[in-house]
Every structure is written in structure tokens, then in C-alpha cells.
């Protein structure tokens, strides 16, 4: 069985006390290789009501396996104070995450206080979620209501065999057919639908969940099945590259055409069906997208990630409840913009990247820290 590290063990202190002048607390912030920080991901809790295979696998995440405790969560006002910071740094869309982020108590109080949030321009942010759906028929009106702007709803398989296959706790498919069509209902008119495809699992439902959702108003993405974690066994056959998927949606019938990206950190490439509907790919092992990479992830527990396969975070929590610093906002929000500026100024990230210069990669190897904890 795989080992599970505590993620307390990924832990880096904070590079903070490397003193950053000023001046250069202010502006866009670039890395090593240029890249703007423009996103950044909030997992909200570290627990799921699904056991889907390849991101919290039951032998793994079984009964007796310990998710974190409430005082460890940052809690909402944590969450805002470091949000608040990374905006004032050129972050300009939130997503909240998990686990299942709709399992966190009084989501949309968070979701209105994340609302407040302005970038340098004075405008609003764009916040975002991503949920497995299986709450949604009960909580979209609220979400939409507490200011949410954007949804984006996992759907595996539209055969409720294999969709329960996948879950592995028994859900069925219909309920979260159910869910996106409150959440269109409750006004989200354009809803992200992310199928992540593993060859010989799912992958005989490509086809028709293509055909299911080309005249909808929402955007099916297929996501190729990533190595991320340790838990989950990935072997690289069991990528369904994105040009074998695209063949196999023409031989149905169903060719799609390029479509110009929105702007050039999109993850997704974009697709259109003949007189229809639009599609994403992501296509993270077979095209590296690490270039344009301007994406951060704070962690259920308050450390900040700078790839979604990092082993180590950057504990940002240990800064706001450091018993010397209790009485002192201000010396906190600089120690907070020295950390977030020195963190993201040395980040060389790139390891799709180097996954794909070297067949031979380790990936199983390294130690990465599990998705649950960081989001997608
Ligand atoms: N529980 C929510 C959900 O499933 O939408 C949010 C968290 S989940 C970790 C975020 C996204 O990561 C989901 O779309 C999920 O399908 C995707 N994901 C998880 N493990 C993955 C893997 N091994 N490869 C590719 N995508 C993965
Ligand atoms: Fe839960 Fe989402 Fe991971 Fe599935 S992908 S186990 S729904 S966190
Ligand atoms: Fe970004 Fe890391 Fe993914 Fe590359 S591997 S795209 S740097 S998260």
C-alpha cells in the first residue's frame, strides 16, 4: 500500500524572514521564469464523500485514516487574510477546492467574504468552485446567492455502473445530473463539466458524454489522468492522450475544430463541435502547460504550493497564529507579503515539463503532496 506522508512533514518554514524591500512588496510578481501569479486555488477541506480511484482510493482514505481536525483548517477569516494578500499581488480568480469543498460548514459565508475582495484595478475578483456535485441540487441557490460567479462540476461517466465504479461509494449518476441542472436553474448559465479519462476505466465514455452534453450550454473539458499524489498507482499507459481522443470523437462523428484561446494561462485547449457546443481539453502530460503556469494552491491547513506536484508548502498558517505576532495585524500582513513575494520570486516549477523530456521519469518516486489537500 502506498505511504501516505503527514503533510506536516512537507512543510518548509517560511522563507519570510529573508528581508524583501519595500518597493518590491508592490506590483506584479514574477517568478524565475517569468510567470505572473494570477490564480490561486483554496482547498477548503481535506475530506470527500466520494473515494474515486485515482485521487482518494479507499485502501488509502479508508475508516481509519485521520483527516485533519477543525483547529487545523484555516479558518475563514485566515483564509480571507491571506486571500487579501495574493490579490494585492496580481491574483485576479480565486477557486475553492478540496476534498469536497461543499462538506465545509457555512461555504458561502466564505463565499461573501472572498466577494469583498477587489484587485489592483478596484475590480471584483472571479471566484470559482469545484465540486463532485453530489450536494449541489441542495446548495446551488445559496451558492449563487452568497456571490459565486463560477462552477465547474466532475462528472466521469454518464453509465451509472462505471460512474459508481469510480466514485466507489455507491453515487449514482442521476444526482448529479440533477445537481447541474439546479445549478443551471439557480443561474449558472454555463457550467464546466471536468471528465477525467483513464484509459480501459472510463474511456468508452468519452464518446457519449460527448454527445450528451454537445447542445447544452456547458463546457465538458476531458482532463488526462494525472500523476498527482502518491496514492493512486498511476502508470502512464493509462493516459488516454488528447490526440487519440479527439480521433476517437471524429470516428463518431463528432470532429471538433481549434478554437482561439481566451487568454494564454488557460489550462484548457478549446474545441467546437460542427454546429454546436463547445469542448475543453486538458491536456497536462501529453502537452506541459508549465510555460504559462501563473497558478498558487493554499492548502486546507494553510501552506502555499506552487505546483500541483510539489512535495513541499510554505506554511503561511504558522505566520498568523504566531503567539509573538497576536496583537500585531500589520507586522503580519508584511511578514505575509514577504513570504508570498520570496516564495513565488524563487519558484522554478516545471514538472509536467519534465515528465514529458523524460520517459523514464519517477514519478512514483518523488513525494507529492495528495490532491485532496491541495485541489485540483
Ligand atoms: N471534490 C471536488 C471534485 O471532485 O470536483 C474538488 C476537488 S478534486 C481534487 C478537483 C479535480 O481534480 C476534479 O475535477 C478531479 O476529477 C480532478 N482530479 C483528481 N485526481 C485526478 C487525477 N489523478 N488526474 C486528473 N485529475 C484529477
Ligand atoms: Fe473527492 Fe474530488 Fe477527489 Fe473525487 S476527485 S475523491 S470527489 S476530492
Ligand atoms: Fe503548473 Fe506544476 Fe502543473 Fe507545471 S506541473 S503546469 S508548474 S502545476
Not at 445530473?177 to 443561474?187: K, M, S, V
Request: glycine residues 8%; charged residues 25%.
Amino acid at each position: 500500500m502506498p505511504r501516505i506522508i503527514p503533510i506536516s512533514a512537507h512543510t518548509q518554514p517560511p522563507p519570510a524572514l529573508l528581508r524583501v524591500a519595500q518597493e518590491d512588496l508592490q506590483g506584479p510578481l514574477l517568478d524565475q521564469r517569468q510567470r505572473p501569479l494570477r490564480d490561486l486555488r483554496i482547498s477548503v477541506t481535506d475530506r470527500c464523500n466520494f473515494r474515486c480511484t485515482y485521487c482518494m482510493p479507499k485502501e488509502v482514505f479508508g475508516k481509519d485514516y485521520a483527516f485533519l481536525a477543525q483547529s487545523e483548517l484555516l479558518s475563514f477569516e485566515e483564509i480571507v487574510q491571506i486571500a487579501r494578500v495574493f490579490v494585492e499581488r496580481g491574483v485576479n480568480k480565486i477557486r475553492l477546492t478540496g476534498g469536497e469543498p461543499l462538506l465545509r460548514k457555512h461555504l458561502d459565508v466564505l463565499i461573501g467574504m472572498l466577494k469583498q475582495l477587489t484587485d489592483a484595478g478596484g475590480k471584483p475578483i472571479t471566484l470559482a468552485l469545484t465540486t463532485n456535485g453530489a450536494l449541489l441540487t441542495k446548495k446551488a441557490v445559496q451558492l449563487k446567492e452568497a456571490g459565486l460567479d463560477r462552477l465547474t462540476v466532475s462528472l466521469d461517466a454518464l453509465d451509472d455502473g462505471i460512474f459508481k465504479t469510480l466514485n466507489d461509494v455507491d453515487f449514482p449518476v442521476q444526482e448529479v445530473l440533477d445537481g447541474i441542472q439546479a445549478a443551471h436553474e439557480a443561474g449558472f448559465e454555463k457550467i464546466k463539466i471536468n471528465m477525467v479519462v483513464k484509459r480501459g476505466v472510463n474511456d468508452q465514455e468519452v464518446v457519449p458524454m460527448a454527445r450528451y452534453f454537445k447542445d447544452s450550454p456547458h463546457i465538458l473539458r476531458f482532463i488526462e489522468y494525472m500523476d498527482v499524489g502518491n496514492s493512486n498507482g498511476w502508470k502512464l499507459d493509462e493516459v488516454l492522450p488528447a490526440e487519440l481522443l479527439l480521433q476517437g470523437l471524429a470516428e463518431a462523428g463528432m470532429p471538433v475544430t481549434p478554437l482561439a484561446a481566451h487568454h494564454t494561462s488557460e489550462t484548457a485547449s478549446r474545441w467546437q463541435h460542427q454546429g454546436g457546443g463547445e469542448i475543453g481539453l486538458i491536456s497536462s502530460v501529453s502537452h506541459a502547460f508549465c510555460s504559462q503556469c501563473s497558478r498558487a494552491r493554499l492548502s486546507t491547513q494553510g501552506k502555499l504550493y506552487t505546483c500541483l506536484f510539489a512535495n513541499e508548502g510554505v506554511d503561511l498558517r504558522a505566520i498568523l497564529r504566531d503567539p509573538d505576532k497576536q496583537n500585531s495585524s500589520e507586522e503580519m500582513g508584511l511578514l505575509l507579503r514577504q513570504t508570498l513575494h520570496a516564495t513565488w520570486h524563487a519558484r522554478t516549477d516545471r514538472y509536467s515539463e519534465m515528465r514529458a523530456e523524460n520517459t523514464h521519469f519517477p514519478t512514483q518516486e518523488r513525494r507529492k503532496i495528495e490532491m485532496s489537500y491541495i485541489g485540483g
